[in-house]
């Protein structure tokens, strides 16, 4: 027989770490990808890689948009995990979309099913729970949902929601069947305009259908092989999972589902009703009465949602804002994720930081080590990265400040993510900015709400 | 004569043989009676038994015999010649003819009437028939004549061992005057005497030993005599009885080794203590998030089918049968010797591994354990010289004549029989949903025969909404109602069908919860009550009542109602400490209620199903 030894269940991981994303300047650099940004001092890979070990996964294969991140990201896996996983560091070409990562590692993908997660993903859901859920539908897709994070959004209230998932646009429309096991429509935020359009096939398979906008996709899909790969080979110009492929197969098994379905005699008379649904109502259209309610069980091609518990946490770093949200909930809310102990003031202080004299560290802080700072500091909900040098009467709060920066007396930092080798001067007050590594902020500077970045040379 | 040598298999039933007594074990049938009324017997015993054992040709030589003679006797035909056979006395096998005593006696035995057992004639006369069995055996070691079915030796060394060291002084004592008063009828009988002692010794031995176990309801009426030769090899063949979850030492054990987390529910029913009783909640979630852990243990095809078990989404008895078979089937295809390990015993290890997963999933049905013994019996037997390849190969192909002779054949079969059954302008009722049911229903509609059926269905699974929305679909008209309803609806039946998830050798009927009443009400009418049940499924235990084994779902199930939201007085239940709920899976019918049960050998009375279980032993379902 041709086949492997057991992988992991026949399952292979796909982690699609990315490369220098765009999206996430200036945080990234040539020398950072975006898989390597710190959160609370750890690689943002670390999260899924260790999640995998967890999960008793043995074998990976790190996925990596060009050569050089790939470099990196292989020098620095090989470091960390080095008896732990046995990851394979692929690298592809860059922009050529996580549709395309997958395309061009087909070759190595020998498994039934394939799980394909995100390398951004910060999360405690366990992987098995995902992949078990698609085995026993033995679903196409299964596409793990999850509510939208526990922190920002939800604090600031409900109307907020929406708006923020207009602008980032990664939260999705999605219609679940009655026993929230199938995924009957996905369209993401940013395509939804004021109605959704929704096929009455999609209601005459279903029976009913419940609208929900209150989950977050999170880039951890379980793919049929097989399925996959023909989808992908079919159709050439498809770039995202999310964007192209997800809907895809959503769409197409409607198709065959009307296929099915149309040879039952079922009578479902008020289609036309439910052709318009107000976007955001939570809407069950009993059409169908309780007992035909089960008509695709015999379908073959399934599309499967996992919804999470929503006591897990769940996010995904994609966007600038993600990325300080992100940790800010690691070491505040989701501290578990951490792997450190708290401290009594609940915040994490390496030992060896020097700290003057009144100079206080808040709750839900994190300082590694050796670090210093001067007299008078006061540091709030803030993560400080390693031998940072910060002078006296600095106030930072809200704020990332990564390794070796140095912060001048007097200045200030609210909200901002300071990236490595960042030389902030005297008195500088910077506000919901981003500076990008190596840059120099100058004396008495003022900035609110900037991308500071070196000029590429 | 080696036809009856069948090789044990590995597996334990709980219940070796049943409904069977002999002058020795006559104590057996008082047993759920007063212990009281035994010790005297165990004096009274030997003198009875050493001397003059009731011998009757045991029809299990006599169907090997028939057999041999006449190749072309259908097996139902021997089988049903069984009794009458006992009747005509032929002398055969290794049968000592002097030994024999008439067979007038032996069915004056058996019309002694037993509290639970062969309440019918005919039972009673197959029940004699066992008993020779044993004698035969005796006497055929005290002729060294090696015919002697080896699984009966087996058991019987096994079956007498718990009991030694468990005797009081008293009672060894009654087995020492016994032991003494046998020697001295042995040594006037000859030379066959100190061998024929014996039996006497190991009777009193036993019905001593069960008056301690007295108390458990479900009737081991069969143990049987054996040589008191310690025999350490055969030690572990002793059938570990089934797991007892208030035995707090065997739970922790058990925990230890189990792979899936299990959380023992607050309000466990007192009554049901000795049954699986966890929270449901945890469990799938538990499961689902081990996917990965457990890929050393479990193969994905029976993590699929355990999965699929623990939700729900397969479930029946032959459905789930015939997925655990085709994922052991794949586990098979994917399985490949380690080195240094011998096929047999390494892949049945495996499968052993398997088949505890999907018990923590959920239990297994009887035809699911019938299933695996027939498995495991395979591997056992594989023959030396097979390579690994052609070992799989085989084994692939026995699971698939299994399934489709043992099921669908079966299933064809019983729809055959059943369909004779059916007249038009029929009433037919069913209960849930069964599959065997279902497939009668759609044969007997395709002949064109005009009835009605009637489908009683009840909370929580409400099963029989999917069967009425098949049959309807077919053109079959139907008649839906719930369990409340079946005293008004059973006046315009005129026949009842039922499924079952077992017919144990008492030909009591192991089903659905609420098949017992159904059946009990379209007695009280006269309405026959036919039980649809493949030869597979078939226990060779027996079970008086359905608290000692049972299934317990989740009670969730029962305090929720879909779609009524209001009646919310249950939520919470599970904090409130003098609350227990109580779903139970399933009931027993005892087979007064049961006219008929058509199965793949033919349609039968439920007191001969003791006689297929014993006659077709030989095709490894059962022990």
């Known amino acids: ?457 | 004569m080696d036809v009856r040598r069948v090789p044990r298999t590995v597996s334990n039933p709980k219940v070796r043989q049943v409904g069977f007594f002999a002058p020795g074990t006559q104590p057996d049938r008082s047993q759920p009676g007063p212990p009281a009324a035994s010790p005297p017997l165990s004096d009274a015993s030997p003198t009875e038994n050493s001397l003059s054992p009731v011998m009757i040709p045991p029809p299990r030589n006599l169907s090997t015999e028939l057999a041999r003679q006449f190749p072309h006797v259908l097996p139902v035909a021997s089988l049903r010649g069984g009794s009458r056979g006992a009747d005509s006395s032929i002398p055969v096998g290794s049968y000592n003819p002097s030994e024999f005593q008439s067979p007038a006696e032996a069915t004056d035995f058996s019309e002694d009437p037993s509290p639970h057992l062969g309440r019918r004639n005919s039972s009673g006369k197959l029940a004699t028939s066992l008993p020779a069995g044993r004698f035969d055996m005796e006497f055929a070691k005290q002729n060294n004549v090696a015919t002697l079915p080896a699984e009966t030796r087996e058991q019987n060394t096994t079956s007498s061992k718990p009991f030694k060291d468990k005797t009081t002084k008293a009672e060894r004592r009654a087995i020492q005057e016994a032991q003494r008063a046998a020697k001295a009828a042995a040594r006037g009988e000859g030379s066959k005497g100190p061998n024929a002692a014996a039996p006497a010794n190991n009777n009193t031995n036993a019905s001593l030993g069960k008056l301690k176990k007295e108390s458990s309801s479900t009737a081991v009426s069969e143990k049987r005599s054996g040589d008191r030769q310690p025999d350490k090899d055969k030690k572990k063949d002793v059938p570990h009885p089934r797991m007892q979850f208030d035995d707090t030492n065997r739970v922790e054990k058990a925990k230890k080794r189990s792979v899936v987390k299990q959380t023992e529910s607050k309000n466990r029913v007192e009554l049901f203590r000795h049954l699986p009783q966890y929270e449901h909640g945890a469990w799938l979630p538990d499961v689902e998030s081990k996917f990965f852990q457990l890929h050393n243990t479990v193969h994905p095809a029976v993590y699929k089918v355990g999965l699929s078990f623990l939700t729900g989404d397969v479930s029946g008895g032959n459905a789930r049968c015939i997925a655990m078979l085709k994922a052991f089937q794949e586990s098979i295809k994917d399985y490949s010797t380690p080195p240094e390990k011998s096929l047999v015993r390494d892949l049945t290890t495996k499968i052993n591994g398997y088949v505890s997963f999907l018990i923590e999933c959920r239990p297994l049905s009887v035809s699911m354990g019938n299933a695996i013994r027939f498995l495991k019996s395979q591997i056992t037997n594989l023959p030396l010289h097979l390579s690994e390849p052609e070992s799989k190969e085989k084994l692939i192909s026995d699971i698939d004549h299994f399934i489709s002779e043992k099921i669908l054949l079966a299933d064809k079969v019983i729809v055959n029989h059943a369909v004779t059954k059916i007249n038009d302008g029929d009433v037919l009722l069913t209960y849930a949903s069964s599959s065997a049911v279902e497939m009668v229903f759609l044969h007997a509609h395709e002949l064109g025969k005009q009835f009605r059926v009637v489908i009683v269905d009840s909370r929580p699974k409400l099963e029989g909404q999917k069967l009425l929305l098949r049959l309807t679909r077919m053109g079959i008209s139907c008649t839906y109602t719930h369990i409340n309803a079946v005293s008004y609806i059973m006046h315009e039946v005129t026949r009842v069908f039922l499924g079952a998830s077992s017919v144990l050798s008492n030909g009591t009927v192991y089903s659905r919860v609420g098949t017992a009443s159904i059946a009990m009400v379209a007695h009280q009418f006269n309405v026959p009550v036919l039980i649809c049940c493949e030869a597979y499924k078939f226990h060779e235990g027996v079970q008086l009542d359905s608290i000692c084994s049972n299934e317990l779902g989740n009670p969730d199930a029962i305090s929720k109602v879909p779609g009524r939201n209001e009646s919310s007085c249950l939520d919470g239940w599970i904090d409130t400490e003098n609350l227990q709920l109580l779903n139970l899976t399933y009931d027993l019918t005892p087979s007064d209620y049961v006219s008929m049960i058509i199965t793949d050998f033919g349609m039968i009375p439920p007191t001969s199903v003791a006689v297929i279980v014993r006659e077709y032993r030989h095709e490894n379902l059962w022990t």
């Open chain 1, 1 to 457: 027989m041709r086949r492997r030894p057991q992988v992991s269940m026949d399952f292979q991981i796909v982690v699609l770490a990315g490369g220098f994303s765009k999206t996430l300047l200036p945080l990234v650099s040539k020398d950072l990808p975006k898989a390597l940004l710190p959160v609370a001092d750890r690689p943002v890979l670390s999260f899924v890689l260790e999640l995998l070990e967890q999960n008793g996964i043995k074998e990976a294969i790190v996925v990596v948009e060009g050569e050089s991140a790939a470099l990196l990201i292989s020098a620095w896996i090989s470091r960390a995990f080095e008896d732990r996983l046995n990851v394979e560091v692929v690298a592809v070409r860059e922009d050529v979309g996580t549709a395309g990562a997958i395309r061009e590692i087909g070759h190595r993908l020998t498994t039934k099913d394939i799980l394909v997660v995100s390398g951004d993903l910060v999360t405690e859901i366990p992987l098995g729970a995902v992949a078990a859920v698609h085995r026993r539908h033995d679903a196409m897709v299964t596409a793990m949902l999850c509510s939208v994070p526990i922190s920002g959004p939800l604090d600031s209230g409900a109307s907020s929601v929406k708006d923020k998932g207009k602008k980032a646009g990664r939260l999705n429309i999605v219609g679940l069947d009655p026993t929230k096991t199938f995924l009957v429509h996905i369209a993401s935020g940013a395509e939804v305009e004021k109605d959704i359009r929704i096929h009455k096939g999609i209601l005459r398979a279903f029976g009913q259908m419940e609208i929900r906008s209150d989950l977050m996709d999170a880039h951890m899909y379980a793919f049929k092989r097989s399925a996959l790969l023909d989808v992908l080979r079919q159709n050439e110009k498809f770039h995202s999972l999310r964007r192209d492929v997800l809907p895809y197969l959503v769409q197409s098994q409607l198709k065959s589902s009307l296929r099915i379905n149309g040879s039952q005699s079922e009578e479902n008379g008020n289609d036309k009703d439910a052709l318009h649904i107000q976007q955001n109502l939570f809407s069950q259209l009993a059409n169908a009465p309780h007992l035909l309610s089960d008509p695709i069980l015999n379908q073959t091609h399934k599309c499967v949602v996992y919804i999470a518990n929503k006591t897990k946490y769940c996010a995904r770093l994609n966007s600038v804002q993600a990325f300080s949200d992100i940790n800010r909930d690691i070491v505040g809310d989701a501290n578990h994720l951490l792997g450190y102990t708290l401290s009594a003031q609940n915040n994490v202080v390496d030992p060896s930081v020097i700290l003057g004299s009144k100079t206080t560290v808040g709750p839900q802080c994190m300082v590694r080590e050796g670090s210093e700072m001067g007299d008078k500091c006061s540091i709030k909900k803030s993560i400080i990265g390693r031998h940072c040098r910060i002078g006296s009467n600095v106030k930072i709060s809200n704020s990332i400040i990564m390794n070796h920066v140095t912060i001048g007396d007097g200045c200030s930092v609210q909200g901002s993510i300071i990236c490595s080798n960042v030389q902030i001067q005297e008195r500088a007050s910077l506000k919901d900015c981003q500076v990008g590594a190596g840059y120099v902020v100058t004396a008495n500077g003022d900035y609110k709400g900037e991308s500071l970045a070196k000029k590429e040379k």
